[in-house]
Each structure stands twice: as C-alpha cells, then as structure tokens.
C-alpha cells in the first residue's frame, strides 16, 4: 500500500492551500482516511478525518474547525484537505493514513498505512 501525498507550498497568512493524497494497492473506498501534521519541535496531531464510501462523516481537530475541509474521491483512489484561511501556526508537515477499518479515527495509531508527508508554511 503507498500514500502519495503532495500540494504542500508556502503561502501568505489568510491564503489557501489544498492537499491531496493518491492511495494505490488496497481498497480505497472501505479506508477510513485521516490527515496529520507535525510541527518542528512539537508532536504529531490530528487534523481531519473521513469515513470510508461515501464520506458521510467527517471529523476536525478544534484548531481547523470551520477553516480545514477533508473530502474524498473514491474514482480517483484520494482524499483531499482543503485548507483556507491558513495561519502561521498551520505551519507543519502533513500527513496522510489510511485505516483499515470504515469508521474515522483521530488517534494515529489507528491507522495503518502513512504517506511522506508534505510541508505547508504560512508566512505572517
């Protein structure tokens, strides 16, 4: 199984960003899906989640609620964060993972399978 995910920059504070993560070699559409992010110096945290099918459900770290936006495309095999209203404090590298179960989690030892991550910077 391989994550690849990709969309990471740097951009201005109040600006937007939208990452996306292809999943190859399982089943995508019965994977939970959920996005991580580790700052230098700090630890890896939650940031969004996604049901597996249809992504009916989605879940949100209380620091992205209402600005973060996690959304799946199970014919294109990814899941996508969309991010506006970006803050320097966004600055992280993120992560996708899989699960290999259908309901969302926010504990990353949940999940069974990582991307690379990519690093998002927001200049203030």
């Known amino acids: 199984v391989q994550l690849q995910a990709s969309g990471g920059g740097e951009v201005q504070a109040g600006g937007s960003l939208r990452l996306s993560c292809v999943v190859s070699?399982?089943?995508?559409?019965?994977?939970?899906m959920g996005w991580f992010r580790q700052a230098p110096g700090k630890e890896r945290e939650f940031v969004a989640a996604?049901?597996?099918?249809?992504?009916?459900?989605?879940y949100y770290a209380d620091s992205v609620k209402g600005r973060f936006a996690i959304s799946r495309d199970n014919a294109k095999n990814t899941v996508y964060l969309q991010m506006n209203s970006l803050k320097p404090e966004d600055t992280a590298v993120y992560s996708c993972?899989?699960?290999?179960?259908?309901?969302?989690?926010?504990?990353?030892?949940?999940?069974?399978?990582w991307g690379q991550g990519t690093l998002v910077t927001v200049s203030s």
């Open positions: 993972a899989a699960r290999g179960r259908a309901l969302y989690s926010a504990g990353f030892t949940e999940y069974d399978y």
């Open positions: 070699g399982r089943t995508f559409s019965s994977s939970a």
């Open positions: 996604i049901t597996a099918y249809g992504g009916s459900s989605t």
